[in-house]
């Protein structure tokens, strides 16, 4: 067994939680043996670990929770690691039998902190408004923690940040929905008093204080959407869920509360803005309900474009979810079968426009002895993935009714048929091996390596695009991944936010398939490349 010690370092004295969790590659069968260890460090930031395993580690630090006063990071890291931007890894510690290991050391960077004040369109203090803070180069649908309420003079404090730009958002119609007969309301508005997205300032955070800022809430002229809500036999629904999705130009979608059921099947919703909005209705609860729920369930959508007059007389047909058995296939034979533990979900596709994503995931079906599985509670536009992949396994195809819709969001049909929908698992996936080369052509470990399927229709942020930092002699490894084409590249300045923004998408493809090289990959090979680091940004 080992022992580890040593310090945390801050201005000030403060206690902190370190965590060792042990280290490894994708190629490396001993990758995360052992379970992560936790402590708190002392008053005085000393901490010690006894009794650990030898391995490889990487050894984290989290501030204190109840001041937020500085930035997570990891022991061997020149500077906090910015959690949606893939990085250089943290070089890890290598402990053996025996050893008492010192100085592992971390100086936590300082937290920046900005202040500001809501005020309506006269000037007067907003309180309870929500504030919300987002990096200037992502959407504004990745805002940063739960949003922050001004107090009674409409002051707000955002606190725990990195350094950076960012677009600083208010919005009062939480707490002040118009009434029915209202004609206008406060609207979301971005720093210092912009409507829209594109038309806010950045705020620039480069010390600990940053501010006063000054948000004047814009008022814009609301309308009235109504209608009536009908199941699948065209009866009145009498007790509809009824939501008002406004849906972004990014296809990304947030709910709206100002609606108000009547007897019948009846809505109204008052207070709407112009805009892209999806009316979305649901009888039950779709949130992971039981299978008899999910039976009975029925759904709706309809897209409505508000533009400068009350819209009446919507009618939103709902139909019944659909229920879909399947069977998974594993190419070759399956491995052991007491190893397997493998669950089948669906997620509505974040790149569809519509607000679909509303309807939330289904719960996750268990895949039987026999490797058959049944979905329920289906509608929409679903893409489906496999949870407890087998290790060195992966999905290698998703067949429908005959069809290949692999990466692709399909609407099932019911059918209690598995052949209609099989999945094929193959231990026969490629690898991508090489090395990450400077301007002077030596291995480096400043950018992040991105393997992309050429086809940029599908690119998805779940389950997950291959991002990830060179080892620290430069080298890197990613698999196994399908066979197909790709674009593999050596970046710096990318951001994950990128690839989950349908509005950026092909600009910041094209700009990834200048920077890289374009490869084809077989099954059982192991291409290796250099590639020259290029920036993005």
């Not at 929409?380 to 998703?398: D, E, F, H, T, Y």
Request: overall charge neutral.
């Amino acid at each position: 067994m080992v022992t580890l010690m040593s310090n945390v370092w801050r201005e000030e004295a403060m206690s902190s939680a370190a965590r060792m969790a042990q280290s490894g590659i994708a190629d490396e069968p001993s990758m995360r043996q052992n379970q992560p260890l936790n402590t708190v460090t002392g008053p005085d930031g000393r901490f010690e670990f006894k009794q650990v395993p030898p391995g490889a580690y990487t050894v984290s630090f989290t501030a204190s929770m109840t001041r937020g006063t500085h930035l997570d990071q990891s022991f061997g890291e020149s500077a906090p690691r910015d959690p949606l931007k893939p990085g250089r890894r943290a070089p890890p510690i290598e402990l053996r039998e025996g050893e008492t290991r010192e100085k592992v050391d971390v100086a936590l960077w300082r937290a920046f902190a900005v202040e500001g004040r809501v005020v309506d369109d006269t000037g007067e203090p907003v309180a309870n408004a929500q504030v919300h803070i987002i990096n200037w180069e992502h959407p504004s649908t990745m805002s940063m923690g739960m949003p922050r309420l001004t107090d009674d003079r409409g002051m707000f404090r955002l606190f725990g940040l990195r350094g950076g730009q960012y677009r600083i958002c208010a919005d009062a119609s939480f707490f002040m929905g118009p009434s029915e007969g209202a004609k206008d309301k406060l609207i979301r508005t971005c720093y210092p008093n912009a409507a829209s997205d594109h038309d806010a300032q950045p705020v620039v955070v480069s010390s600990t204080e940053a501010g006063p800022v000054e948000i004047r809430l814009q008022r814009n002229r609301t309308y009235r959407i109504t209608g009536i809500v009908i199941d699948s036999l065209g009866a009145p629904i009498s007790n509809p869920n009824v939501s008002l999705v406004s849906v972004s130009p990014t296809g990304s979608s947030s709910s709206s509360s100002n609606v108000q059921v009547k007897p019948g099947g009846q809505f109204i919703a008052s207070g709407v803005t112009p805009g892209e909005y999806a009316i979305q209705v649901s009888t039950g609860s779709w949130r992971f309900s039981n299978s008899e729920d999910n039976a009975n369930r029925e759904m709706g959508s309809v897209p409505v474009r508000v533009d400068a007059a009350d819209i009446d007389g919507i009618v939103v047909a709902t139909s019944k979810s659909a229920k879909v058995a399947g069977r998974i296939v594993f190419e070759g034979g399956p491995p052991e079968q007491g190893t397997l533990k493998l669950s089948i979900m669906t997620s509505p596709d974040e790149m569809t426009r519509g607000g679909r994503m509303m309807f939330g995931p289904t719960a996750p079906a268990g895949v039987r002895e026999d490797m058959s599985f049944e979905l329920s509670g289906l509608f929409g536009p679903q893409l489906l993935m496999v949870a407890g992949v087998p290790r060195g396994w992966i999905v290698k195809s998703v067949r429908y009714r005959g069809d290949d819709v692999t990466d692709t969001a399909i609407e099932f049909k019911s059918s209690s048929d598995p052949s209609l929908l099989e999945v094929t698992l193959t231990n026969q996936g490629a690898f991508v091996t090489g090395r990450v080369l400077g301007d002077d052509g030596k291995e480096s470990t400043e950018a992040s390596v991105v393997l992309l399927p050429a086809d940029v229709s599908r690119w998805r942020p779940f389950p997950g695009l291959a991002a990830i930092p060179p080892k620290s002699d430069g080298t890197f490894t990613i698999g196994p991944v399908r066979a197909g084409e790709y674009i593999a590249a050596a970046v710096t300045g990318m951001s994950f936010a990128r690839l989950r923004d349908p509005s950026v998408r092909a600009e910041f493809a094209a700009r990834i398939a200048k920077a890289g090289e374009r490869i084809i990959l077989v099954e059982n090979e192991k291409y290796s490349i250099d590639l020259r680091i290029a920036k993005l940004q």
